[in-house]
């Protein structure tokens, strides 16, 4: 679906949901947070055991050597059935599992983790376990390169880029998951110590494994198969789907939520304040990235539903190089000299006219010309997310709290039945969140942070009680609303902790939730919206492979080109 280029209305809030979909990825998205500093530091990524046969059946282990510490990924392959299988969370069959572990695992960690693993929900991660993870091929694209590896040839090109990776994670478990090692634990000069890092290394471990297992089993049936070309390598990342737990993160995470936009904004803000002289390096990068971008987006395949067409960003972006073309050349915007900062300069322009998208992909260009700056701003994103109360604040203190910070909840439509249509809880069978219909679904447990009538119920309370009274008394008389009051109260002052939505509303659609954290957070690439919940894309597109890390590659891996 096509969707025609608009600039946002200026009365629209950066923290309402749809808004915040809107982000792409940048120098600040996990993926590349986390690449940077393995190309920075020359990780060692090597197989240290391969012990599976022709059907795929069998264990492998990859050693992890960073300058602080060895890490190991012990994987246990299988051979694929449709038995058990489904791409989400609720799956009972997978084509391989993993699990990084600190150090070098040992021989009995290595056979309970064979034991536990399966077992999910009901097993238990050995000491020093980071990670649980699963993964399952893409079964056209996996079975057509091992055929053509076996035959002697490289795989089609067109066949990769209908999907861009050979195995689509299906989990990636930690912070205290299954009895994983929480990061909030981990030492400061712990490799993975940043939130996500973890689960970042495990995702491209899936990659790495994906090409060797394709290369061994093109070679089971041909001993003079060739690999997968280094280009082509590249251009596969690993697949990532995900669905409607990630609300529930976002609700559940609103420290990160802060840390991270905060970040992302401060990198946006230190980039577009850059004096950029015409023929400096500044702008000469950005030129490159432009067109990086616009190959890209113009090589891109994939059908959407709800968001922008990637054929029309590429448009935009075309526009936007023509007039950083003029700057170079001329040092001007239309004839005129910039009042501001060049780059602010031709932000402001791209906001006024071309698609938020189009702005969101540029914003993400420019953080990558302050890579020192995201790195510092990296290392600020842990955080802790429990609440306390402040028991002597007054009502009248806390009143002017909740009428101040949450005055956005007032333009909501919260009373009518379609704004409360629907309830979170989870899967008995599967312990998978889902949403459903009120009307439809008894005795659950609502799991969904219903913030905005919350707010309202706590500010009608408030304006019941004497002005001077304490937060504490008027706690002592609602014990129901500690959550909440811990909530506001922890969080006052911060602004970007918690997107505008009425999840229990027909109107709110999740997958604006789920993109921001896919795309803006984590950095995927690609990213195909399903029936307004499901998103698939690809994490690590254009990565290096392991010889590249080692040998310090090229920083500026994303977007990459469709492979001759």
């Not at 590349?32 to 069998?58: N, P, Q, S, T, V």
């Not at 600190?102 to 376990?129: F, H, M, N, W």
């Not at 394709?214 to 596969?236: K, M, S, T, W």
């Not at 113009?298 to 700057?327: H, I, K, N």
């Amino acid at each position: 679906m096509t969707i025609e280029s608009s600039a946002a209305p200026v009365a629209e809030h950066p923290m309402q949901s749809h808004r915040l979909a809107m982000l792409q990825p940048s120098r600040m998205s996990v993926s590349r947070l986390f690449m940077a500093r393995a190309i920075r530091e020359k990780w060692r990524i090597r197989r240290i055991r391969w012990e599976i046969d022709g059907h795929a059946r069998g264990q492998a282990v990859y050693q992890i050597d960073t300058p602080t510490m060895a890490l190991s990924f012990a994987i246990y392959s299988f051979e694929p059935t449709a038995q058990g299988k489904t791409g989400r969370i609720i799956g009972r069959s997978w084509d391989m599992m993993a699990a990084l572990v600190e150090g070098c695992i040992s021989e009995q960690d290595l056979q309970t983790t064979a034991v536990e693993l399966p077992k999910l929900y009901e097993g238990r991660a050995t000491p020093g376990t980071l990670v649980w993870a699963r993964a399952n091929r893409s079964s056209r694209v996996f079975d057509h390169t091992v055929a053509s590896l076996a035959e002697g040839r490289q795989p089609d090109i067109a066949e990769l880029a209908q999907v861009c990776y050979l195995m689509r994670n299906t989990g990636l478990d930690g912070n205290g998951t299954f009895g994983t090692r929480s990061y909030r634990t981990l030492e400061a000069d712990h490799p993975l110590h940043r939130p996500l890092d973890a689960q970042m290394l495990s995702a491209y471990l899936m990659r790495v494994f994906s090409i060797d297992l394709v290369h061994h089993l093109a070679r089971e049936r041909n001993p003079q198969a060739p690999e997968i070309d280094p280009a082509i390598q590249r251009y596969l990342g690993v697949g990532n789907g995900s669905a409607l737990g990630l609300i529930l993160f976002v609700n559940n995470h609103p420290r990160l939520m802060q840390q991270w936009l905060a970040a992302h904004q401060a990198a946006v803000d230190t980039a577009c304040s850059l004096a950029a002289n015409p023929r400096g390096p500044d702008v000469a990068q950005l030129q490159h990235l432009l067109e990086r971008a616009i190959a890209f987006r113009q090589q891109d395949r994939m059908e959407y539903e709800r968001y922008a067409d990637s054929a029309m960003v590429a448009d935009e972006l075309r526009r936007l190089r023509g007039r950083l073309g003029e700057y170079a050349q001329a040092g001007t915007y239309d004839g005129a000299a910039p009042k501001i900062a060049p780059f602010a300069a031709l932000v402001a322009w791209a906001r006024q006219t071309l698609h938020e998208e189009t702005v969101q992909t540029f914003l993400g260009l420019l953080t990558e010309l302050v890579p020192d700056h995201c790195d510092a701003q990296a290392e600020s994103l842990s955080a802790d997310e429990e609440f306390t109360t402040v028991p002597d604040m007054t009502v009248a203190e806390l009143r002017g709290l909740v009428a101040r910070e949450y005055a956005w909840t007032l333009s909501l439509d919260l009373d009518s039945e379609v704004s409360r249509r629907y309830v979170w809880y989870k899967s008995a069978t599967a312990e998978e969140p889902r949403r459903g219909p009120v009307a439809e679904i008894e005795y659950v447990y609502n799991l969904g942070l219903d913030l905005p009538r919350l707010a309202r119920v706590v500010l009608a309370e408030l304006e019941q009680r004497p002005a001077d009274e304490s937060t504490a008394r008027f706690l002592l008389h609602h014990p129901q609303y500690r959550m909440i009051v811990a909530r506001i109260q922890s969080l006052r002052g911060l602004g970007l902790h918690s997107p505008h939505m009425d999840i229990m509303s027909e109107a709110f659609v999740p997958v604006d939730i789920v993109r921001l954290m896919n795309v803006g957070l984590h950095g995927i690439d690609k990213a195909r919206d399903y029936l307004g919940r499901n998103l698939r894309g690809v994490l690590f597109h254009g990565a290096p492979i392991p010889a590249d890390i080692e040998a310090g590659a090229d920083p500026t891996w994303f977007f990459p080109k469709e492979p001759a």
